[in-house]
């Protein structure tokens, strides 16, 4: 008899790509723009998130979907900055968001409420690169306080956004971030993604980024 080997990975990501795009579906339907946020722990997605929306105040209705492992602080965050509707999802010890999450989520949100969506996906720059969630965009946020060398050592998240945002420009001379080392290896990696220099403590470079945004939805 033999061996049957079943390719249980490639089976499980179809899976979540059929669920994916009913995700998106939904959202168009809805006139939802959806931005799925990746960074490693502390880059500042949560601050990105609320940054952007004081920066839309007048002009976008934000709903969150908030990925963590444990606990609810950072809708509670996005709600006490004004957000119009949050849902927290806890994946308990699962290290990447997956479209039935956030189908499951879309039972609480307020969808018909909303203009701009953020899916702040849990700290890690590595799983999270795999799973579609139905977005619009795919947003890989890094900080200069992590290391100019984050495109070298997880290419992958790099070549498949639609954009990349690099915060805390405001600390590059501090923690030694040189912008050669970050953009000669992202360049060939990922020629069409525009690159947004920004710092949420500071408030520098937000706007940009926010009217861009807005301009894509
Ligand atoms: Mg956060
Ligand atoms: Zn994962």
Redesign the pocket.
């Known amino acids: 008899m033999t061996v049957r080997v079943i390719e249980v990975a490639q089976r499980v990501l179809a899976d979540n790509d059929a669920v994916a795009e009913s995700n998106r579906r939904r959202f168009h339907e809805a006139g939802v723009f959806v931005v799925n946020l990746i960074a490693s722990p502390g880059a500042g997605?949560?601050s990105l998130i609320i940054k952007t929306m004081e920066a839309l105040a007048d002009r976008a209705r934000v709903g969150v979907i908030?990925g963590?492992v444990a606990g609810s602080l950072?809708a509670e965050k996005v709600l006490g900055a004004g957000a119009q509707d949050a849902v927290q999802i806890n994946t308990e010890g699962g290290c990447h968001l997956e479209a039935a999450m956030v189908r499951r989520a879309l039972d609480d949100l307020a969808l018909d409420e909303i203009d701009l969506l953020f899916i702040?996906n849990v700290?890690n720059l590595i799983c999270p690169t795999h799973w579609d969630l139905g977005q619009d965009l795919k947003v890989c946020l890094a900080s200069v306080a992590e290391g100019d060398d984050k495109p070298v050592k997880y290419p992958e998240i790099f070549a498949t956004s639609d954009v990349v945002v690099l915060n805390k420009i405001d600390l590059a001379e501090h923690v030694d971030f040189k912008r050669e080392r970050f953009y000669e290896p992202l360049r060939p990696l990922n020629p069409r993604a525009p690159v947004f220099e920004l710092s949420c403590r500071s408030g520098e470079g937000v706007l940009h980024w926010a009217h861009w945004l807005l301009g894509r939805r």
């Open positions: 997605k949560t908030e963590d950072d702040e700290g």
